[in-house]
């Protein structure tokens, strides 16, 4: 079984500039999330998607959004880059999003802002 | 917010020797996890406990959980190099079924 991707791995972007990351899960997987990390911050929740809906978001600025898919792959947006904004986002996918639900996470998406 | 504290920040150890690392929270919890991330890649899930369980075990890992002190200890026994890396916990709990990452315990090995 394939598991979660992340495309790309390695991003160059420039202040003002906008993103958009993918995630592929784990087939069979409904829902997926989103984590940012960085060495200040540690981890943290940006939003979770299940049958193409947003489902809990974390406190992040409007300029971060997502959507997901009837495949379930989901992408996300950053718009109006900020320095800040330098992190390894992360992609997990569960089966259901459900408590307890393991989470299987793909390698990142590394974004740096110049 | 972080709800997990992992502490020490950082550990170094030779291999063959037991790693012990431990995991603080502030609130009541349904579930606490524990995942491993090699070096800027993504996060391996390890184990996960219920907050009705006392200890659990995986191979090498050992998982204990006091819900009394809001606490969990992660062992590994007989470490070896390749468990270079971070080690997580992620509580679960309040209504809210999305883990809330600590800031990791660094671990190193030395062969």
């Known amino acids: 079984k394939a598991g979660v991707t992340q495309t790309p791995r390695y991003l160059i972007k420039t202040r003002g500039q906008q993103v958009t990351l993918s995630c592929s899960p784990i087939s069979g997987h409904r829902s997926v999330s989103w984590y940012q990390q960085t060495p200040g911050q540690g981890l943290q929740f940006l939003f979770e998607y299940f049958s193409e809906t947003q489902r809990n978001k974390g406190n992040f600025p409007g300029r971060f959004s997502g959507r997901q898919f009837s495949n379930s792959r989901s992408e996300m947006n950053v718009s109006t880059l900020e320095l800040g904004d330098s992190a390894l986002y992360l992609c997990a996918s569960s089966l259901s999003g459900g408590a307890g639900d393991e989470q299987f996470f793909g390698p990142g998406t590394r974004l740096t802002v110049l | 917010s972080q709800q997990g504290e992992e502490d020490p920040q950082a550990l170094s150890i030779q291999e063959g020797e037991n790693a012990t690392m431990n995991c603080s929270y502030k609130?009541?919890?349904?579930?606490l996890q524990w995942y491993r991330q090699n070096s800027g890649r993504g996060l391996v899930h390890l184990i996960l406990?219920?907050?009705?369980?006392r200890e659990k075990h995986s191979g090498r890992l050992r998982v204990t959980l006091d819900t009394s002190k809001k606490s969990s200890s992660l062992l590994i026994t007989a470490s070896r190099a390749a468990d270079t890396a971070s080690y997580f916990c992620?509580?679960?709990?309040?209504?809210?079924?999305?883990?809330?990452f600590g800031r990791g315990t660094s671990l190193i090995v030395h062969p």
């Open positions: 609130t009541s919890i349904n579930n």
């Open positions: 406990i219920r907050s009705n369980e």
């Open positions: 992620a509580t679960e709990g309040g209504g809210s079924y999305i883990p809330t």
